[in-house]
């Protein structure tokens, strides 16, 4: 299974940007799919989650800001990022997890760099 993310870049705060990530090499659907971030010397924190039921969950510096969408059918997601702020700047992260669960997988990072 391999994740193929992309959209990210530079922009000026109160900016947007839409990121979006494609799973290909799978068969049957995602239980979850979503983007989650890292800064500089610390752990990834989710951002944003869709599950396969539509639920959708937030991380709380985003929430109100950010919107997930996606397609379970086609293993894909998006993430509509608006009024972005300097402290959204990091490496976004596409995640997927399957199988109820028992394996998950991770696009590469694209960097988010959001301006002064």
């Known amino acids: 299974v391999q994740l193929q993310a992309s959209g990210g870049g530079l922009v000026q705060a109160g900016g947007t940007l839409k990121l979006s990530c494609a799973a290909s090499?799978?068969?049957?659907?995602?239980?979850?799919m979503g983007w989650y971030r890292q800064f500089p010397g610390k752990s990834r924190e989710m951002v944003a989650l869709?599950?396969?039921?539509?639920?959708?969950k937030y991380g709380d510096p985003v929430k109100g800001r950010f919107t997930i969408s996606g397609d379970n059918a086609k293993n894909s997601v998006s993430l509509q990022m608006s009024n972005l702020r300097p402290e959204d700047t990091a490496v976004y992260y596409c995640?997927?997890?399957?199988?109820?669960?028992?394996?998950?997988?991770w696009g590469q990072g694209t960097l988010v760099t959001v301006s002064s």
């Open positions: 995640r997927l997890i399957r199988l109820s669960g028992l394996a998950s997988h």
């Open positions: 090499g799978m068969t049957g659907n995602f239980n979850n």
């Open positions: 869709l599950y396969d039921d539509g639920t959708i």
